[in-house]
């Protein structure tokens, strides 16, 4: 019988245990991700209600989720106008998502989502310029906000459809769902959810999808 030279692995049973692991994990993170998405409703409500006590702070319901948010340094609204730092109390449209990737996971969401370019992409809130209320690029003639923020709170950013399908000249600008700074201090007049609960809330966020602000 003709000796056969035994051949062995590279990769340590160990090391091919792990890969393995880490692959089934992979696959049982996407199957559960597939089934969440299945049982949320094709148009979802998001509301947000005053937290008792704080007109700086809310509490975010999305099916069975209840998240602390911050809201607007002037609390909320129904007369909103640019510069005055209040949440608008409206029913608003989810429209589209931005993303750093450099700074944070995709968020598993079936919203489309575009890439922050650094020194590239702003937000007019320029009220007399014909581009209010809109993505611009960067450098812009007219006041806007740099997408590309210092801090995280724009790592994902939702785009809310307040005055950008109808707009009315200086009743605001730039209103998003984004991530909070640490204690959820109050924004300009968005609505800011914790990193991790930014994660939870995506699969909730996508065409169809509403946020209501109530009074």
């Not at 089934?24 to 005053?50: E, G, Y």
């Not at 998003?176 to 914790?194: D, E, I, R, W």
């Not at 991790?196 to 809330?201: K, P, Q, S, V």
């Amino acid at each position: 019988m003709r000796y056969r030279r035994p051949v062995f692995s590279a990769v340590a049973p160990t090391e091919r245990l792990a890969a393995v692991t880490i692959r089934d994990r992979h696959r049982r993170f996407s199957r559960r991700v597939m089934v969440q998405l299945r049982m949320i409703p094709k148009k979802p409500v998001l509301m947000v209600r005053r937290a008792p006590g704080n007109p700086r702070r809310g509490i975010l319901c999305a099916g069975p989720l209840r998240l602390p948010c911050a809201l607007g340094r002037s609390g909320t609204t129904i007369f909103k106008r640019e510069g005055d730092g209040a949440t608008p109390v409206a029913a608003m449209d989810v429209l589209s998502a931005w993303h750093r990737p450099d700074r944070m996971a995709r968020p598993a969401t079936p919203l489309p989502i575009r890439r922050i370019r650094a020194d590239v992409d702003g937000w007019c809130d320029a009220p007399d310029h014909a581009a209010y209320n809109r993505h611009v690029r960067l450098p812009f003639p007219a006041s806007a906000e740099r997408m590309a923020r210092a801090d995280r709170l724009y790592n994902f950013v939702v785009v809310l459809d307040w005055n950008i399908r109808q707009r009315g000249r200086g009743r605001g600008s730039a209103i998003f769902l984004h991530v909070a700074k640490p204690g959820y201090p109050p924004t300009q007049g968005c609505v800011a959810v914790a990193p991790a609960d930014m994660l939870r809330l995506a699969p909730y966020l996508r065409r169809g999808a509403r946020l209501v602000v109530q009074r």
